[in-house]
């Protein structure tokens, strides 16, 4: 499966809902990843630019998708950013292979 890295944008009348009622919304987003065969591994709530960061699994682009569709419509989303992180052996065999691909620059 892959791993992924989310920073999350929340609407800032959300920070007022969860100030009347706080509570680990880790725990309530963790059967959003499982609906699609993920798993939720980290939660955490940030101050920056982004309020949210989560490191989950997600077994394939659609099931990607379907996450960030789902959880856009409700609503208290403003923006969700994704990267896919690479395990050190993944990058040596991204690596390997990227040394195969002939590619010309249009300098050349």
């Known amino acids: ?13 959300v920070h007022a809902t969860m100030m009347k009622n706080p509570h680990d919304r880790g725990e ?17 709530f940030a101050i920056g630019e982004s309020t949210v960061y989560l490191l989950a699994e997600i077994p394939d682009h659609v099931s990607l998708g379907a996450v960030s569709m789902a959880t856009l419509a409700g609503g208290a989303i403003t923006a969700i950013k994704t990267t896919a992180l690479l395990t050190a052996q993944e990058a ?3 690596m390997k ?10 300098t050349t």
Do not use: C, H, N, T
């Open 97 to 106: 292979k990227a040394a195969e691909v002939a590619y010309r620059p249009p």
């Open 28 to 44: 309530a987003v963790r059967p959003v990843f499982e609906a699609v065969g993920g798993r939720l591994e980290e939660y955490y």
């Open 92 to 94: 040596i065999d991204m």
């Open 1 to 13: 499966m892959a791993r992924y890295l989310f920073q999350v944008s929340i609407k800032p009348e």
